[in-house]
T-cell receptor, first 112, second 114 residues
Framework: KAGVTQTPRYLIKTRGQQVTLSCSPI?????VSWYQQTPGQGLQFLFE???????NKGNFPGRFSGRQFSNSRSEMNVSTLELGDSALYLC???????????FGPGTRLTVL | DQQVKQNSPSLSVQEGRISILNCDYT??????FLWYKKYPAEGPTFLIS?????DKNEDGRFTVFLNKSAKHLSLHIVPSQPGDSAVYFC?????????????FGKGTKLSVIP
């Protein structure tokens, strides 16, 4: 069974730009969660989607948004990028979001 | 306000010995706990989990212990191997309908010395 895939793996943007990251969950998994990992803060929860609906949201500004499609694939968008948005963005999928989440390799975003 | 704390940023252990990674939490609503291992440039890999109704769960060389009264859990790796060198994250899930986010600690970097 293929794992969680994320594209692109690396991205360099400048302040003020926007970015879209993509995540394809494990086949059959309907829940997709997004996390931001930075050296100082560890993994912080962004949001979780299930059946195309945002079910839970972390404490991030409205510049961070996401969506999920009918095939469970998910995208997250960050608008008006700031230097502090430089991080590893991780996507995780699970059957229904209740138990084990399986992570993708992440997208390394650098904002210059 | 950090609800899941891993107070040791790093740990070094000799190959073959036991590695004990600790995790403390403050939220009494957490009902499910997980450990993940992360290598550089990879996403976290699920290792082992435990429900709050249990106090121990074993899977091969990995055992997780949960002490609810102390709000403390630990991961034991026996025997430790060089391939276990990685960052280990403790995570917790909060009980409640519609609340499926995981709260992570900041990780402990384990180095197993050959």
């Amino acid at each position: 069974k293929a794992g969680v895939t994320q594209t692109p793996r690396y991205l360099i943007k400048t302040r003020g730009q926007q970015v879209t990251l993509s995540c394809s969950p494990i086949s059959g998994h309907r829940s997709v969660s997004w996390y931001q990992q930075t050296p100082g803060q560890g993994l912080q929860f962004l949001f979780e989607y299930f059946s195309e609906t945002q079910r839970n949201k972390g404490n991030f500004p409205g510049r961070f948004s996401g969506r999920q499609f009918s095939n469970s694939r998910s995208e997250m968008n960050v608008s008006t990028l700031e230097l502090g948005d430089s991080a590893l963005y991780l996507c995780a999928s699970s059957l229904d979001g209740r138990n084990e989440q399986f992570f993708g390799p992440g997208t390394r975003l650098t904002v210059l | 306000d950090q609800q899941v704390k891993q107070n040791s940023p790093s740990l070094s252990v000799q190959e073959g010995r036991i590695s004990i990674l600790n995790c403390d939490y403050t939220n009494s609503m957490f009902d499910y706990f997980l450990w993940y291992k992360k290598y550089p440039a990879e996403g976290p890999t699920f290792l082992i989990s435990i429900s709050s109704i249990k106090d121990k769960n074993e899977d091969g060389r990995f055992t997780v212990f949960l002490n609810k009264s102390a709000k403390h859990l630990s991961l034991h790796i026996v025997p430790s191997q060089p391939g276990d060198s990685a960052v280990y994250f403790c995570a917790a899930r909060e009980l409640g309908a519609g609340s499926y986010q995981l709260t992570f600690g900041k990780g402990t970097k384990l180095s197993v010395i050959p």
